[in-house]
């Protein structure tokens, strides 16, 4: 397993070993002793989610204020998103700030947003699906929205949207 910090280095990239023959691939998606080491939390994850969207759909920004305050674990099966993670912790010293990746389900990366973080993706691909662990239940009405556009954060989606 390879672990990249990003710009805001809370948010981090796991790339899974990959083992690959005539017959196909296998790799472990998820090792809760590997996360724990590489994020340093031992938050545990309490509901999985899948999501399916076409060539196009932003979605999000979402996330729960505490004490529902959702971490996630974000993968690719099918696709391609630009997933990004916007620090929302009034003390951080990167609150406002955000990050971006690529994830496809060709490279099969997880990313890592912890609490505190608002969570949104534009789908590449013409269909993408995402599978997310979260570490709390969805809880409506704990759940807030960020605009996608939102100017004081701008962020820099690949392509223009017609949202």
């Known amino acids: 397993m390879k672990i990249t910090p990003l710009d ?11 083992y690959e023959d005539e017959r196909g691939c296998f790799y472990e998606s998820f090792n809760q ?3 724990i080491e ?3 939390s031992s938050l545990n994850f309490v509901q999985d989610n899948h999501s399916k969207s076409k ?25 391609e998103v630009y997933d990004v993670a916007v620090d929302i912790r009034n003390n951080s010293p990167t609150f406002g700030k955000w990050v971006g990746e690529s994830l ?3 490279d099969k990366q997880s990313m890592w947003i ?3 973080f608002a969570h949104g993706f534009l789908t590449l691909s013409g269909t993408a699906e995402l599978l997310y662990k979260t570490t709390d ?11 996608w556009n939102d100017p004081q954060i701008n962020i820099s989606w690949p392509y223009k949207t017609d949202l």
């Open 8 to 18: 805001i280095p809370d948010v981090i990239l796991i790339k899974p070993n990959l």
């Open 33 to 35: 002793r590997d996360f």
């Open 38 to 40: 590489a994020t340093g």
């Open 55 to 79: 060539k196009g759909v932003l979605r999000g920004l979402h996330f729960q204020l505490p004490p529902f305050a959702q971490g996630k674990l974000v993968r690719v099966i099918q696709g």
């Open 104 to 106: 496809n389900a060709v």
């Open 114 to 116: 912890p609490p505190g």
């Open 137 to 147: 239940y969805y809880s409506s009405e704990y759940e807030k929205c960020i605009i």
